[in-house]
């Protein structure tokens, strides 16, 4: 079969029409941010809805981890496009900030550094005493307790909901044509063809396939020196008697992971101190969150194995480690592990988002720092607000609203 699709996109007066391949959070992202510009979206998904990573995380938009300067801006651009996303759909969304708790001296130490740049660089956070520490979080572990780092930005989505229901609102409110079950064997400047031989026809396609990228672009995805990344995640039961954690919890493991604490003076004494004393830590990528869900599930992780050791098999042993470090700061009425999975994404070195354009209007755009949920929306509205001439352009405030041209 060889079926042509032709909306006529490139004669005069018809709307630009993009393809989308993939519909994934980043894949979702490009088709709103592009049918809210007035360009005709065709959303291309392989299976009956995307299972990659974008529905096996935390659900944490998270600025707080974000490198400050162009990246924090765009986490906070994002993030208030999560909450225009949340009011427009009625998909769950939950502004709980988020607290980093401190029971040892070295992870107090970077928590106060940071606190004290933060204004220099327009990060939203404060040190607080562990009895604030303690009203805030029902979760938070008294015992040992010596402070924590608050920051009111962070937000909590449910990464199922949004992945299954998003789709049907982007098709209702905006006219995207969505295609599952279809996957895309070959894309070129003019379209893209389906498994079944159908052309679609489009002036632009943004390639977000994630790990299905490296089966498009082979030779791009080497030349970028990918990685795959896979990590170990849990989740309990809906806790009883309406418990609730109140905001999203990380502690001084978490320090190790994200680049907005790499300036601290004495966060290079912390990473030493956790590989002499838990090596195993270092050896898995471990460090340890928590977020709750709209259902009062509790989500818990996670870990980070990389390339060659990445087996199609979970570990208990690190299982058994994160639960051993979230024990010793968090207390939950309900233990018990419900859901187990791993999630695999591909990671590029030194960067969260990777770009390239391989052929005339072709765009692969991936999520490859482990922040899609944080950055995906706020990295669309930038791309599109590029690649658009400038009337057609969208406006950014400065509390991350999204605004068309007066």
Request: aromatic share 8%; with cysteine.
């Amino acid at each position: 079969m060889n079926h042509a699709l032709n909306h006529n996109q490139t004669s005069e007066g018809s709307r630009p029409r993009v393809a989308v391949v993939g519909a994934g959070i980043v894949g979702l992202a490009h088709a709103w941010a592009a049918a809210r510009r007035g360009w005709d979206v065709v959303l291309l998904e392989r299976n009956r809805q995307a299972q990659g990573a974008s529905i096996r995380n935390f659900g944490m938009v998270w600025p707080i981890g974000q490198e400050h300067g162009e990246l924090y801006r765009t986490a906070i651009e994002s993030r208030g496009l999560w909450l225009e996303l949340a009011r427009e759909t009625g998909l769950w969304a939950r502004p709980c900030g988020s607290l980093h708790l401190a029971y040892r001296d070295d992870e107090l130490a970077v928590f106060d550094e940071f606190a004290q740049m933060a204004p220099a660089f327009d990060y939203d956070c404060r040190l607080i005493p562990p009895q604030e520490a303690l009203k805030m979080s029902a979760a938070a572990k008294a015992e040992g307790l010596l402070a924590a780092l608050w920051s009111p930005t962070e937000v909590c989505v449910d990464p199922r909901e949004i992945i299954s229901k998003m789709p049907a609102w982007l098709e209702s409110r905006w006219g995207v044509e969505l295609r599952y079950e279809t996957p895309v064997e070959k894309i070129d400047a003019h379209g893209v063809t389906t498994a079944d031989g159908t052309r679609i026809l489009a002036d632009k396609v943004v390639v977000a396939a994630g790990t299905d990228f490296r089966f498009l672009y082979p030779e791009q995805f080497a030349d970028a020196g990918f990685r795959q990344c896979k990590l170990q995640m849990m989740r309990t039961p809906v806790q009883p008697r309406g418990w609730t954690l109140g905001p999203m919890l990380a502690g001084g493991l978490t320090l190790r992971h994200y680049e907005a604490f790499a300036e601290c003076p004495s966060l290079p004494a912390l990473k030493a101190r956790v590989a002499a004393e838990a090596p195993e830590l270092d050896k898995y990528g471990i460090h340890v969150m928590a977020s709750q869900n709209g259902l009062g599930e509790v989500v818990l992780g996670d870990s980070h194995e990389y390339g060659d050791e990445i087996t199609p098999f979970d570990k208990r042993e690190i299982e058994e480690l994160m639960l051993r470090e979230l024990r010793k700061m968090i207390d939950l009425p309900d233990w018990t592990i419900e859901e187990r999975w791993h999630g695999i994404y591909p990671k590029a070195p030194g960067l969260i988002q990777f770009e390239c354009q391989p052929e005339a209007n072709v765009e692969v755009v991936i999520a490859s720092g482990g922040c899609g949920m944080t950055m995906s929306f706020g990295f669309a509205n930038r791309l599109w607000n590029r690649w658009e001439p400038a009337e057609g352009r969208l406006r950014t405030t400065a509390n991350g609203r999204v605004e068309s041209p007066a």
